[in-house]
């Protein structure tokens, strides 16, 4: 969704915590604003640059080694 024109809402219902890695895609460049802990809205797109990040889990980090 970074890389999609225009704005995106993206709803998580199931999850507890699925965007704990959002921070770490806006250090990278990404415009992500958490609403909040269910849904956040990213505008795009965004010129994504590398960074030394950590992952709170493997789904997370999988998602950022694909956004770089």
């Known amino acids: ?16 915590g699925r965007f704990v890695f959002t921070d770490q895609l806006v250090t990278m460049g990404a415009n992500i604003i958490m609403c909040d802990p269910h849904r956040v ?11 030394k990040l950590t992952s709170p ?12």
């Open 57 to 68: 889990d493997l789904r997370a980090g999988i998602t950022m080694v694909l956004a770089e």
């Open 1 to 16: 969704m970074t890389q999609a024109e225009g704005v995106s809402i993206i709803h998580e219902a199931i999850f507890e």
């Open 41 to 51: 809205v990213i505008s795009g797109p965004s010129k994504l640059y590398g960074k």
